[in-house]
T-cell receptor
Framework: RKEVEQDPGPFNVPEGATVAFNCTYS??????FFWYRQDCRKEPKLLMS???SGNEDGRFTAQLNRASQYISLLIRDSKLSDSATYLC????????????FGKGTSLLVTP | DGGITQSPKYLFRKEGQNVTLSCEQN?????MYWYRQDPGQGLRLIYY???????QKGDIAEGYSVSREKKESFPLTVTSAQKNPTAFYLC?????????????FGEGSWLTVV
């Protein structure tokens, strides 16, 4: 089992739609969880951290289910500018603060 | 402005050559990392360093070497032993203190073997 698994997509949605991405991780000892956004041929940038109680940042909501080792990202009212690849990220156990990255889920928001 | 600077942005290497990718940060971060990304793939950890003069192998260290002589600098050498070096290389850094620290990336270096 891969350490972080995501559906690669692509997800093609119209503007204004709500879209959800899921991610599972294999190491139950993981403590830190993030969603990063990566535009084509650019570096990843932090979108949001994911907290146990769930958290929201504007149109973005992240959820964590430790029992199922599952993380989700919900994007409401999709904008054209949301088109990107979304990376699920989990800390690597016993590797300092290094992180494991999923392969990413591709989102395309269309007019 | 604070940030992470990688150079060069684009590099072409002949087979059998060693090349060094530069990474400098002025964020006063203790930890630095090198990741590699292949098309359609996730980031894979090459090396990381939590403190000056110390570094550890990541998941794909073979064919690579690093040094950490200064807090600000973490250069990566891609040696001729790396069989498939063409990739996008990303340097990153994070503050120490707790495992939830965010890591920040440089803009990346594109290495192509010709």
């Amino acid at each position: 089992r891969k350490e972080v698994e995501q559906d690669p997509g692509p997800f093609n949605v119209p503007e204004g739609a709500t879209v959800a991405f899921n991610c599972t991780y294999s190491n139950s000892a993981s403590q830190s969880f993030f969603w990063y956004r990566q535009d084509c041929r650019k570096e990843p940038k932090l979108l949001m951290s994911v907290y146990s109680s769930g958290n929201e940042d504007g149109r973005f909501t992240a959820q964590l289910n430790r029992a199922s080792q599952y993380i989700s990202l919900l994007i409401r009212d999709s904008k054209l500018s949301d088109s990107a690849t979304y990376l699920c990220v989990v800390n690597k156990a016993n590797s300092g603060y290094a992180l494991n990255f999923g392969k990413g889920t591709s989102l395309l928001v269309t007019p | 402005d604070g940030g992470i600077t990688q150079s060069p942005k684009y590099l072409f290497r002949k087979e059998g050559q060693n090349v060094t990718l530069s990474c400098e940060q002025n964020l006063n971060h203790d930890a630095m990392y090198w990741y590699r990304q292949d098309p359609g793939q996730g980031l894979r950890l090459i090396y990381y360093s939590q403190i000056v003069n110390d570094f550890q192998k990541g998941d794909i260290a073979e064919g690579y070497s690093v040094s950490r002589e200064k807090k600000e600098s973490f250069p990566l050498t891609v040696t001729s032993a790396q069989k498939n070096p063409t990739a996008f290389y990303l340097c990153a850094s994070s503050a120490q203190g707790y495992s939830g620290n965010t890591i920040y990336f440089g803009e990346g270096s594109w290495l192509t073997v010709v």
